[in-house]
């Protein structure tokens, strides 16, 4: 009896081994499916003090750890993080810089260490709360998100660059499961379909040097960006030009959706158009001259489905990496407040719901600014929502597609990380009573009464 029973022990727990390390064998669109809907850090880690004695520049290393609060006022902390997980978000997307402000050695384009920690800490707050990871190298001073069309020796150097700042960030997250996605770039400007080629190059030269870092960066998702991350010239000149990859289905493509111009950044009305303060079905205002002309829902579906068309059907997931519109304090004649609150709700919605239904996981922006002209969800110092609008459309869509109900499968702490218990049914823990738990990959018993 005592031998049939430590020998299913053995079984189950060889198993549950199997089982917890099997994430990485996951698709790059069943990996989109559980990363939906997401939530971005804005401008936090990509920030930098451009002012004083000595300001940051690519390719030194004046931005130290005061470059976190540069643009906004609160460091990150897990209880943030965990409040952002609260309210149903899945995935956390940190746009980092590396070579603006934090190259610690120009000759050999080497990452500050202590930057490295930080941005590391980060992504474990993120992990230990079972959240999918999207990390990047973001506008990053421009060194190479302007420079694409470079050609000769500059062309050879950015290539350099761009690879030993992506083996470094491998190396240091090379143990992490797939809960951590890299981004190679952020909003690359290729306004010119000839441009596309040296896009590509580059977006090669990421992909190689993560897969050549072996460990489990031989099977990570990555993420390429489309020509300025504009959806219609992805599709226009993207859709059969991927860059290659040993592992099959583990790419997806990024584009980003701020639109129309006049409801998402316009704070001015001008010769040439007006402001939208009122999008959507129902929310036209009579007599205003701020209700949206185009870039309503008609017009989301269809570029929604020519994504869908263009790569999600070839197993290539979306990720709409950036999106989202500022609030505005409306006044005058002829305006509704109510109104443009409902716009922002239906916006946020309407968003959220159509890229989920076609495998386009959708990333919320937000700034942790506050005041009207604001694209912010979340105030992260006093862990409560700032914008009410914006996060109920969210989490409508989210009911109405039944995402985050149910039993989800469960999460595994970093190997560098081990602060996080699961039950089998997916449920972390902190202190494990008597039992079978999983930490970080791996079967654990506990014999605590």
């Not at 584009?255 to 409801?263: C, G, Q």
């Not at 008597?434 to 506990?446: C, D, H, L």
Request: aromatic share 12%.
């Amino acid at each position: 009896m005592k031998k049939r029973t430590l020998s299913f022990i053995l079984f189950f727990s060889i198993s549950l081994i199997l089982s917890a390390q099997s994430g990485l064998d996951k698709s790059a669109t069943e990996i989109a499916k559980e990363m939906m809907p997401g939530w971005n850090l804005g401008n936090t880690m990509e920030a930098a003090v451009t002012w004083g004695s000595n300001p940051v520049k690519t390719f030194n290393n004046a931005g130290d750890l005061a470059s976190e609060t540069a643009w906004q006022s609160t460091k990150t902390s897990q209880q943030i993080i965990d409040y952002v997980k609260a309210q149903g978000f899945r995935s956390i997307r940190i746009p980092c810089a590396w070579v603006y402000g934090h190259i610690s050695d120009a000759n050999n384009f080497t990452i500050d260490a202590t930057w490295m920690a930080r941005v590391k800490e980060i992504v474990d707050y993120c992990i230990k709360d079972g959240l999918y990871v999207l990390l990047n190298d973001h506008w990053d001073g421009g060194w190479l998100e302007e420079n694409i069309n470079a050609t000769g020796a500059a062309k050879t150097r950015n290539k350099a660059v761009l690879k030993a700042i992506w083996t470094q960030i491998a190396e240091e997250f090379k143990d992490y499961d797939e809960h951590l996605i890299f981004a190679g770039l952020n909003e690359p400007n290729v306004d010119k379909q000839t441009v596309v080629t040296s896009l590509v190059e580059y977006e090669q030269v990421f992909i190689d040097a993560v897969r050549a870092t072996s460990g489990n960066n031989a099977k990570r998702l990555l993420v390429v960006q489309g020509p300025s991350t504009d959806a219609e010239k992805t599709c226009d000149w993207m859709t059969n030009k991927m860059p290659s990859d040993p592992i099959g289905n583990k790419l997806a493509i990024e584009i980003h959706f701020y639109y129309p111009w006049n409801f998402w950044r316009m704070t001015k009305d001008e010769s040439w158009g007006n402001m939208f303060y009122y999008w959507g079905s129902g929310n036209h205002v009579s007599g205003s001259n701020h209700n949206a002309t185009y870039g309503e829902e008609n017009d989301m579906k269809k570029l929604a489905d020519r994504l869908k068309t263009c790569f999600v059907d070839k197993g290539i997931p979306v990720i709409n990496g950036e999106y989202g519109v500022i609030w505005r304090t409306v006044t005058g004649n002829n305006e509704n407040q109510e109104k443009h609150n409902a716009s922002i709700k239906a916006y946020y919605k309407t968003m959220n719901k159509l890229c989920m239904e076609r495998g386009i996981v959708p990333f919320a922006w937000d700034t942790n600014s506050f005041g009207s002209n604001q694209m912010t969800i979340i105030n992260r110092s006093a862990l409560s929502i700032y914008n009410k609008y914006m996060m109920d459309g969210i989490k409508e869509a989210m009911e109405e597609l039944g995402i985050g109900t149910g039993i989800q499968s469960p999460s595994i702490d970093s190997p560098t990380k081990p602060t996080g218990y699961y039950t089998l049914d997916g449920r972390r823990v902190t202190r494990p009573n008597k039992g079978i738990y999983i930490q970080n990959g791996k079967k654990y018993i506990s014999n605590r009464q």
